[in-house]
């Protein structure tokens, strides 16, 4: 007689546990599946896509004509404004953009003086992209203004100037150039002006 043998579980208990082996064997392991060779491979999960990180929005960047800018040594302050000293004739100021790449509405705030129009350009990266004449501080004064008494008689007035819409890189080099205008003879216009402006356009 075997000693081994079950002899103490009935019979039918015995041969459904037989039966029943195969089926537990093959949902032993739930993360494995056939191939048509037979070979045992694990289920993949795709990779989850990356979300696209969104652009920085661009915000206004204002960069102040004394602290923010370079200038060439013959700008000093005039009247409150950063002004070319008397008889330098011209000078530029230069600033890197620090603000983000895209389309900005440039703007000066210039001012104007009674006795000339002083020229002005702007420049990206040494290409011009504005250029024109100071208006005048009174409207029909001119020379006329008596020299002792311009501060009340014909001051001098702010004005926004308005360089248009231009794409502008973040590094990007921006310059203004200015020169005297003496439209009354041995007294003129010296390019003042405070700030300049870059506004996000569209």
């Keep these: 007689m075997n000693p081994y043998r079950l002899s103490f579980l009935p019979k039918p208990v015995i041969i459904l546990a037989v039966a029943a082996l195969p089926f537990f064997l093959l949902s032993c392991d739930s993360k494995t599946s056939s191939t048509s060779s037979g070979a045992q491979v ?6 989850e896509t990356p979300a696209e990180t969104p652009p920085t929005p661009l915000t206004t960047v204002t960069l102040n004509a004394f602290g923010d800018f370079s200038c060439t040594s013959n700008w000093t302050n005039r009247d409150g404004a950063l002004g070319l000293r008397a008889g330098s004739r011209e000078g530029t100021c230069n600033a890197k ?39 005048y501080s009174t409207g029909n004064l001119y020379c006329a203004c008596p020299l002792d008494r311009w501060h009340t008689v014909c001051p001098d007035r702010n004005v926004t100037i308005d360089a248009g819409v ?8 921006i310059k203004l150039y200015g020169a005297e205008d003496y439209g009354c003879g ?8 405070h700030y300049m402006t870059f506004s996000p356009a569209g």
């Excluded at 011009?128 to 100071?134: D, E, F, K, L, N």
């Excluded at 231009?166 to 080099?173: A, C, E, F, M, Y």
């Design 42 to 47: 694990a289920d993949e999960t795709p990779a």
């Design 186 to 193: 041995e007294h003129g216009a010296y390019t003042k002006w």
């Design 166 to 173: 231009h794409t502008i890189n973040k590094g990007d080099v």
């Design 97 to 135: 953009f620090p603000g983000e790449s895209g389309s900005y509405r440039i703007s000066f705030l210039a001012q104007t003086e009674f006795d000339g129009a002083s020229p002005y350009r702007i420049y990206i990266n040494d290409q011009i992209v504005a250029s024109g004449r100071y208006p």
